[in-house]
């Protein structure tokens, strides 16, 4: 930067001899391309330049001029787009370049050059407090414990449940239905189809050896603290027939009402079986 500089100014000094002599802008022009080559002011400054000294000023610099720098990307800027964006993370580039009076794309660059990028919010079931994520943590630590203390006897032990809805006919995806195309096959097509209007509620249990229990829901029934105490007994039954060397079996399922029904609770203590504590 200081040698394009330098020799800027010695270029102004050839300029202001030159001048002098009487010789035109464009000749003028045509000698510093062949000395200096790319780094040649352009014809538009010299013969801003040529006018200027034949005007009789002998000044070679440049006069400050108002307007925004060269470069907008100055540690202030950058300052102030790094406290807008904190402050509201939902600001648009056009928003930041309005507030601090540069062009959109400028702005663009420098949130980029910040390391910022604009995502979109993921979807969650819900919004945890600060209660329950502490509860979350506790509950994650303890069962690591367990898992570093008893090891493989522990994991053995527990039967997950869970329930969701299967629809008679689930179309393929994209990427099941991907398949080879050679330069001269014609493309392949695939129509739009949504899933059946039909749906079942199953119920599945299983472990770490394999599947114990799968339930269809009846069709016009609801999964209830009643009906999920029936699919319990359905489920001890499977245990005694397939798992009967099991002992202290730990029953892990979520917190949906109808698992955490005291009628519920109740049934699972009568039978002897722990509950792996869920977190939220």
Not at 138 to 161: H, K, P, W
Request: glycine share 6%; proline share 5%; hydrophobic share 35%.
């Amino acid at each position: 930067m200081a040698a394009h500089s330098d020799s800027v100014f010695r270029q102004k000094a050839v300029i202001e001899f030159v001048t002098k002599e009487g010789v035109s802008a464009k000749k003028i022009n045509d000698r510093l391309k062949v000395i200096y080559g790319e780094h040649c002011l352009s014809y538009p400054s010299v013969k801003r330049w040529v006018v200027h000294f034949k005007n009789g000023n002998t000044d070679i610099t440049d006069k400050p001029r108002s307007g925004r720098p060269l470069s907008a990307a100055t540690a202030e800027n950058k300052a102030s787009f790094d406290e807008l964006i904190r402050k509201d993370r939902r600001i648009s580039c056009r928003i930041i370049a309005g507030s601090v009076g540069i062009s959109v794309g400028t702005a663009q660059t420098i949130v980029a050059e910040l390391g910022y990028s604009k995502v979109c919010a993921r979807w969650v079931p819900r919004q945890l407090t600060d209660e329950l994520k502490l509860k979350r943590l506790n509950v994650c630590t303890e069962l690591l414990q367990r898992y570093a203390t008893e090891g493989d006897v522990f994991m053995n032990s527990i039967i997950t449940g869970d329930e969701s809805w299967a629809h008679h006919y689930e179309p393929e995806t994209k990427r099941q239905s991907m398949q080879w195309h050679h330069l001269g096959s014609p493309s392949p097509k695939k129509f739009k189809v949504t899933p059946s209007a039909g749906k079942a509620m199953i119920t599945a249990f299983w472990d770490t050896h394999g599947v114990l229990l799968v339930e269809f829901l009846p069709k016009g029934e609801t999964i209830n603290s009643e009906r999920y105490q029936e699919t319990l007994r359905k489920l001890a039954a499977a245990i005694r027939r397939k798992r009967p060397d099991l002992k202290n079996m730990i029953l892990h399922h979520d917190n949906a009402r109808p698992h955490m029904a005291h009628a519920t609770i109740v049934n699972i203590a009568t039978r002897g079986w722990a509950v792996l504590p869920h977190p939220p």
